[in-house]
C-alpha cells in the first residue's frame, strides 16, 4: 500500500504552476481550503483559472487571491457572496464564467469520471443556454455542459490515513470528493492524520488513490482572521413576512422533503416542528427531520478546531454536492420554497438577478426551480417602488420556464390551476381592489370561502 507523503501548506503552494487551473472546495466557508489557498497567496502564484462554488469570503481563501490579483478568470455558481469579486468584474480584471450550482458539481463528477459532459434541464430557456447545444428529449429541453477538470486541486477533510483516505465532516463534503477526482494533482488538508487501519473502510468517502499529498491543518477562527459569531442575531422577522412563512407552511405535509431557500422561505425553518414530519434538504448536502440549524444553509461550522460544537440532526444523512443537486433534477423534492423577483402569467421565474447588477450569482436556484415537484414562490407582492412583480411577461433575466406552482406574497395566495393564473386567497388586512391594482398580470379570480 502507497504511502501519501505529508507535505506543509508552503510546500503544498509551490506545487501550484503559474497560469495553473486551480478548484478548491468549499460552500461558503465550511469545508474550504483555507491553509492551503492563503498559502497560496503569501507565494504570489498569478494567473490563475479559479473553479469553485465561489471565491471564498473577502480577503479569506480564495477571496485573498482575488484581492492579491492572482486570478484571471473564476469558473463557478456564486459570486454575490464576495462584494469583491462583483467590483473586479466590472473593473475588468477578471473573466466570470456562471453556471448553476447544480450543473456545477455534476462537471466535477463528469471530470473526474472521464466523461465529456452531460445532457441537463436546468437552464433551458435561460440565460445560461445562450451559445450551448440544446436538444429536446421526450420533448422537453435540455443544454449540454461539459465536464470540468483542473491541474491541482485543494479540499479540505476532516480525516485522512497515511495511504491518503479521506473522511469528512457533514456538509464540509460539499464539492471536496468530487474536485479530489477532477485534477491531475490533488492536495488535501485535514484536521488528523491517522495510521493506516484507524479508519473504518466502509466510512471513506475518498479513496487514497486520488490523493497525492496531505498537510496537517492548524487552523482556528482566530488564523481565518475573523470574529464570526455562531450566536444567533435575534433579529425578529416583520409581521408580513412571518404571515407568508406560515401560510407556506401550511403547505408542507407530513412526509414532504423540502428546501427552502433564502429571505421569507428561511423563515418557515423556525415554524417547523418534529410533529410537521418535514425533511429538510439542503443543497450542501443534508437530509434530515426539521427543525434544522441554519436551515437552507450549511449545518456545520466553517473551521472546527475542537471549540465548538457540532452536532447532527437525528437521522440525518450527508452527501455531496452532486448527489444533493441529483435528489433536485430526479424529482426527490416534494417542495421547493423560494423568493422571487417576478413570476408572469405563464408560471415562469425570476428570482436571481437584480435589476442593475452584473449577472453573477446563479448557486443551486435554477436546479431547484426546475427539479422540485412542487415550486412555491414567497415575495412581496409589489417591489420598493410599488411596482408589481406579478406581472404579464418576466422582464428579468429567467430562473425557469413554466414552473411555479404558487405564490404567497403579502397580500395575495395565487395558484395555476390548468395553467391558469388565479387567485384563490386574501391574506389578512389586503383587500381585492388592493390586489387587483397592484398585480399587472392577467389572473382569474376564484376566492375561497373563509
Given at each position: ?22 478548484m ?14 492563503n498559502a497560496l497567496?503569501e507565494?504570489?502564484?498569478g ?6 462554488n ?6 479569506l481563501?480564495?477571496g485573498r487571491?482575488l484581492?492579491?490579483?492572482q ?40 471530470g473526474?469520471a472521464g466523461?465529456?459532459?452531460f ?13 450551448t447545444?440544446t ?14 477538470t483542473a ?5 479540505r ?41 484507524a479508519?473504518?473502510p ?18 482556528s ?6 470574529s464570526?459569531s ?12 412571518m404571515?407568508m ?14 428546501n ?6 428561511t423563515?418557515?425553518a ?15 448536502g ?10 437552507g444553509?450549511?449545518l456545520d ?13 437525528p ?48 448557486g443551486?436556484a435554477m436546479?431547484?426551480a426546475?427539479?422540485a415537484?412542487?415550486?412555491i ?7 420598493s ?18 414552473a411555479?406552482?404558487?405564490?404567497i ?13 388565479t387567485?384563490?386567497?386574501l391574506?389578512p ?22
Amino acid at each position: 500500500m502507497k504511502t501519501v507523503p505529508q507535505i506543509t501548506a508552503v510546500e503544498a503552494a509551490a506545487l501550484v504552476p503559474e497560469g495553473a487551473v486551480l478548484m478548491a472546495g468549499g460552500f461558503g466557508m465550511t469545508g474550504n481550503p483555507v491553509h492551503l489557498l492563503n498559502a497560496l497567496a503569501e507565494r504570489g502564484t498569478g494567473n490563475l483559472t479559479f473553479i469553485g462554488n465561489n471565491v471564498g469570503e473577502p480577503g479569506l481563501g480564495g477571496g485573498r487571491l482575488l484581492r492579491n490579483g492572482q486570478l484571471k478568470k473564476a469558473i463557478g455558481s456564486f459570486f454575490t457572496s464576495n462584494p469583491e469579486a462583483v467590483k473586479a468584474y466590472q473593473a475588468g480584471t477578471i473573466e466570470i464564467q456562471l453556471i448553476p450550482q447544480g450543473s456545477l458539481a455534476e462537471a466535477l463528477r463528469a471530470g473526474g469520471a472521464g466523461i465529456a459532459g452531460f445532457y441537463t434541464p436546468t437552464g433551458a430557456g435561460t440565460v445560461v443556454a445562450e451559445s450551448t447545444e440544446t436538444r429536446t428529449f421526450d420533448g422537453q429541453d435540455y443544454i449540454f455542459v461539459p465536464g470540468l477538470t483542473a491541474d491541482v486541486a485543494f479540499v479540505r477533510a476532516w480525516r485522512a490515513d497515511t495511504a491518503g483516505n479521506l473522511v469528512y465532516r457533514m456538509t464540509e463534503r460539499n464539492f471536496n470528493p468530487l474536485m479530489a477526482t477532477a485534477a491531475r494533482l490533488v492536495i488535501a488538508e485535514v484536521e488528523e492524520i491517522v495510521p493506516v487501519g484507524a479508519l473504518d473502510p466502509d466510512a471513506i468517502h475518498t479513496p487514497g488513490c486520488f490523493v497525492d499529498y496531505l498537510v496537517q491543518a492548524h487552523m482556528s477562527l482566530e488564523d481565518l482572521g475573523t470574529s464570526a459569531s455562531v450566536e444567533a442575531s435575534g433579529k425578529k422577522a416583520d409581521e408580513s413576512r412571518m404571515a407568508m412563512a406560515r401560510r407556506a407552511l401550511a403547505e408542507l405535509h407530513p412526509g414532504d422533503v423540502v428546501n427552502l431557500g433564502i429571505g421569507i422561505p428561511t423563515l418557515v425553518a423556525d415554524l417547523i416542528t418534529p410533529q410537521h414530519g418535514i425533511t429538510l434538504h439542503t443543497e450542501n448536502g443534508m437530509l434530515g427531520v426539521g427543525p434544522a440549524p441554519q436551515a437552507g444553509g450549511a449545518l456545520d461550522f466553517p473551521v472546527n478546531a475542537g471549540k465548538q460544537p457540532v452536532t447532527a440532526l437525528p437521522g440525518a444523512a450527508y452527501f455531496d454536492s452532486a448527489d444533493s443537486f441529483a435528489m433536485i433534477r430526479g424529482g426527490h423534492v416534494d417542495v421547493a420554497i423560494m423568493g422571487g423577483l417576478q413570476v408572469d402569467e405563464q408560471a415562469n421565474l425570476a428570482n436571481w438577478a437584480v435589476p442593475g447588477q452584473p449577472l453573477l450569482g446563479i448557486g443551486g436556484a435554477m436546479d431547484l426551480a426546475s427539479g422540485a415537484r412542487r415550486l412555491i414562490i414567497t415575495m412581496t407582492h409589489v417591489d420598493s417602488k410599488g411596482r408589481p412583480k406579478i406581472v404579464p411577461t418576466c422582464t428579468l433575466p429567467l430562473t425557469a420556464q413554466a414552473a411555479v406552482s404558487m405564490v404567497i406574497t403579502d397580500w395575495a395566495v395565487f395558484e395555476f390551476v390548468d395553467g391558469q393564473l388565479t387567485l384563490t386567497e386574501l391574506l389578512p388586512g389586503a383587500t381585492l381592489e388592493q390586489v387587483r391594482a397592484g398585480t399587472s398580470a392577467r389572473f382569474v379570480e376564484a376566492l375561497r370561502a373563509g
